[in-house]
């Protein structure tokens, strides 16, 4: 689909197969380019049956920026969610997503919960009692990122891929996983700053905002990744009413994500 003007910019969004609607945010960094070349989620084989939407974030991929870290919030990300379902028509949907993608989600789901019938959660990012050690760090990314931009911050992160994946997943995706850094090359200076300062001024909702969640939820979590520790995914758990955990110990537990979610979304698209 041609980019589209939604919330004021132009997004760049994707739409498969036919029937009751799932709808995906990718992480912090990444885009559905990076996505489909690093493979995780094997979205080419998500069934027909269902409507499969993904899009490129504000400031990702072929997404306009905008230029304020507010922009970046991850309540402001969900109110772009919601309307990239609604520009396909779509008002109540199974909303998911992964880091940045899973706490947009819980935001919808927050905001509108007549319009969420179900949520997926794959890797939690730090939350609460973490998420000021991690503010700080995308504060300092906030400054090479406009010093540097994209092409050269991701030729730096080539050998520092174990701080967005598992050390086990790297080795079991070697060929593969570099392109993670897709999302991050064509980012420009002033974007990645705001992108990077609007991460580092966001949490989850409270507790108690979350305890309010009343949908089916399945919840992903990998160990080895301080960025998305699990601690944070038994937290929602905990909170959650209707949840499943699954966390994935090494590569054999992590094959089976794709299975669960598309699962997950057949059984949850009523």
């Not at 799932?22 to 489909?36: C, V």
């Not at 973490?130 to 300092?140: D, F, S």
């Not at 891929?161 to 850094?181: H, N, T």
Request: glycine share 10%; hydrophobic share 40%.
């Amino acid at each position: 689909m041609p980019a589209t003007p939604i919330n004021s910019i132009r997004f760049n969004t994707r739409c498969t197969g036919e029937g009751p609607a799932f709808i995906w945010g990718h992480g912090l960094m990444a885009s559905m380019k990076s996505e489909d070349l690093v493979d995780l989620f094997e979205w080419d084989n998500f069934p027909e049956t269902n409507r499969l939407i993904r899009y490129d974030a504000r400031g990702h991929g072929e997404t306009q920026p905008t230029f304020f870290p507010e922009d970046y919030h991850w309540k402001q990300l969900a109110k772009d969610m919601l309307a990239v379902a609604e520009s396909y028509g779509e008002t109540r949907v199974i909303a998911g997503g992964q880091s940045m993608g899973c706490a947009t989600a819980i935001y919808s789901a927050c905001i509108a919960p007549k319009k969420i019938k179900g949520l997926i959660l794959v890797n939690p990012p730090t939350a609460w009692e973490t998420r000021a050690e991690q503010g700080k760090l995308y504060n300092k990314m906030a400054t090479t990122g406009r010093l540097l931009g994209g092409g050269m911050l991701a030729r730096m992160m080539r050998n520092k891929l174990s701080r967005l994946l598992p050390q086990w997943l790297i080795d079991a995706k070697k060929g593969r996983v570099e392109g993670a850094l897709e999302g991050l090359k064509p980012l420009k200076r002033k974007t990645l700053f705001n992108l990077f300062k609007g991460a580092a001024l966001t949490d989850l909702p409270s507790g108690e905002t979350i305890k309010k969640i009343q949908v089916p939820c399945l919840i992903l979590g990998w160990t080895g990744d301080p960025t998305h520790p699990v601690e944070t995914a038994k937290e929602i758990h905990r909170l959650l009413p209707d949840s499943e955990l699954v966390i994935a110990n090494g590569y054999s537990d992590f094959k089976k994500w794709p299975g669960l979610i598309r699962d997950f979304v057949k059984n949850n698209d009523k």
